[in-house]
């Protein structure tokens, strides 16, 4: 009992060492102490060998049912964001087979964590979490944790998402009264053309390759992943890492692929370039704010107030996610002049120039995409490649920003 009670008193001062040596590190190293917290307290997955050192396209079974779920409340229902009308014909074949299931509890759940909240909620709420579940054939949930979080994070917060352990019997009940194992298993089909016809019209490969060549940081997977109702919020989770293998995946959350009836062969390259666009300024953001971290500093220097860039109402308030958002659209301009005929490449970088400025409100936006083609004709493309572009692109914006 002695011996017990002397090693319990010698890991509680340790411990408390720790935390008081932390404090001072603190106050002296700020970004230190954060950056260690967040690689230990920063999610962990089990990849599996099917996804090393490639991509899959998906429509995961869980993810579709809260996606539906969702679709039924006003939330959703009102924000062309969070649910979209490109695939018209799913979406009245589920508010036909769900409509009566409005009031279930889970819906009205659903909404009362989502009403005002939504953007926050939906990561949790649809897409991370529920990667660890299946639905089998009776509509039974069955988990399979491959998305590990740390159970200190999960206390914390738990209160604040919708925290799936504590709901599983609700998500069942829905499955069962709305036999959604029946509706997913008779849309297996579209779903399957869905995924070969965004694989088609996309350029994931070479979009991956592209930013793979001119940045150091490296993944051994990607897992793209979507539902017909997915609107226009997209987002990724990078670094993802498996702690047995040391291998590291990003997640991909993006919209289902548009219709291409009746188009001449100049008008779909630039519907594939528009949909590879919608991937490839998520996927950049995997090699574009790692990057950007490392100057942060230098980015605080650079840009004296965000708002100059950057004329949004919501959404890249700060000065580190404005710059991001330039980058990583910027970079598309260079994937395009490589990868489209001259003549497309012109129209496809005017349209998302026009895009970036008049719908998301990066008003120098052109500005700075001229001047970032400019300066990359001056480098040479390896793994630097971005790293020594980004002190020209500095200099260039301290410079527009004093005139």
């Not at 998906?58 to 539906?68: D, G, R, V």
């Not at 994070?153 to 504590?166: E, G």
């Not at 109402?313 to 996610?321: L, T």
């Not at 052109?366 to 400019?374: G, V």
């Amino acid at each position: 009992m002695k011996l017990f009670k002397k090693i319990s008193k010698l890991l509680f001062l340790s411990l408390l060492a720790c935390l008081l040596i932390s404090i001072i590190l603190y106050f002296f190293k700020p970004k230190l102490i954060e950056n260690t917290a967040i690689h230990i307290l920063y999610p962990k997955v089990t990849i599996e060998k099917k996804y090393q050192n490639n991509y899959a396209i998906e429509i995961p079974k869980m993810n579709e049912l809260m996606y539906i779920a969702c679709s039924l409340t006003n939330t959703f229902k009102n924000d062309s964001n969070l649910i979209s009308n490109r695939v018209p014909k799913y979406l009245k074949d589920v508010n036909n087979h769900f409509s009566e299931y409005k009031n279930h509890k889970l819906v009205k759940l659903l909404e009362s964590k989502l009403k005002n909240n939504a953007y926050t909620q939906i990561q949790p709420t649809i897409r991370f979490f529920s990667l660890n579940y299946q639905i089998n054939s009776d509509n039974v949930i069955v988990e399979n944790e491959i998305f590990h979080v740390s159970e200190l994070l999960l206390k914390l917060f738990k209160d604040k998402i919708f925290y799936y352990p504590d709901y599983l019997e609700l998500i069942e009940d829905f499955a069962k009264k709305t036999n959604f194992n029946q509706f997913y298993e008779k849309n297996l089909p579209f779903y399957n053309k869905l995924i070969t016809k965004f694989d088609k019209l996309c350029d994931v490969q070479g979009s991956w390759d592209f930013l793979e060549k001119r940045f150091e940081e490296k993944y051994s997977s990607y897992r793209i992943i979507f539902s017909p109702l997915t609107g226009g919020f997209h987002n990724t989770l990078p670094n993802l890492k498996d702690k047995k293998t040391g291998l590291q995946q990003a997640w991909l959350f993006v919209s289902a692929p548009p219709n291409l009836n009746s188009l001449t062969e100049e008008q779909l390259e630039l519907k594939k370039s528009q949909f590879t666009r919608e991937l490839f300024t998520e996927m950049n953001h995997n090699y574009v704010n790692p990057l950007s971290e490392k100057f942060n500093n230098r980015i605080q220097k650079t840009i004296k107030n965000y708002k100059f860039w950057n004329k949004r109402k919501s959404g890249y308030s700060s000065k580190s996610s404005t710059f991001n958002e330039y980058m990583t659209w910027g970079i598309f301009s260079l994937y395009a002049l490589e990868n489209y005929s001259e003549k497309n490449s012109d129209s496809i970088i005017n349209r998302h120039q026009n895009f970036m400025i008049k719908t998301k409100k990066f008003i120098h936006f052109k500005e700075f995409n001229t001047k970032l083609i400019a300066i990359s004709k001056n480098h040479k493309v390896d793994s630097l490649y971005f790293k020594n572009i980004y002190p020209d692109i500095f200099n260039w914006m301290e410079n527009f920003s004093s005139k």
